[in-house]
């Protein structure tokens, strides 16, 4: 996976209207290792966005769930579109991945989980942001602290408060 200086020589980010915005990226299924980087680079190319980094990938067994471990990683972007309007993005592109929902934490080929966006509360049914889990799982927050260790997560504390609570997650940096 590009990382934060590699990604912003092949794809210069667009400052958009929304900030940084962070993206969950995950995968059970299949070849994981494939599939996350070419849908980094999806990301990349979606409409009025641009990519600014991206974290190393991480390993951690399912939660709440059985299958495979899954590999992890957390980007940063930049774009003009609304909120819901990238969430339908991400989810064609999970679409495009083979990406089938037949229950609540089913295994899956990709996942990409619109984690913040700039500085927005979103709750409505379709989308919640912050995303409501993202506070408890190391997976989720090692990551992002790799490329945004500064941020704070409205109504929850900043990431260092937050990786504490969640140390006891087994959650393994993947090399290069």
């Not at 399912?62 to 339908?88: F, K, M, Q, W």
């Amino acid at each position: 996976m590009p990382r934060d200086s590699d990604a912003t020589a092949s794809q210069p980010a667009r400052v958009g209207t929304s900030g940084a915005v962070y993206i969950g990226l995950g995968a059970n299924l299949g070849d994981a290792r494939a599939v996350l980087p070419i849908a980094l680079t999806e990301l990349g190319e979606l409409p009025q966005s641009g990519l600014v980094s991206c974290s190393a990938l991480y390993r951690s067994a399912p939660i709440d769930a059985s299958g495979p471990d899954y590999l992890n990683a957390v980007a940063e972007i930049r774009t003009r579109l609304a909120a819901h309007e990238l969430l339908l993005q991400l989810q064609a592109i999970e679409a495009r991945h083979g990406r089938t929902r037949p229950y609540r934490y089913a295994p899956r080929t990709l996942d990409l989980d619109l984690l913040l966006f700039g500085d927005e509360v979103i709750d409505t049914p379709s989308l919640k942001v912050p995303h409501p889990r993202l506070h408890e799982r190391a997976f989720v927050l090692l990551p992002l602290a790799e490329i945004a260790p500064w941020l704070h997560i409205a109504g929850r504390g900043s990431l260092a408060e937050l990786l504490a609570g969640a140390a006891g997650q087994r959650v393994d940096k993947l090399p290069p």
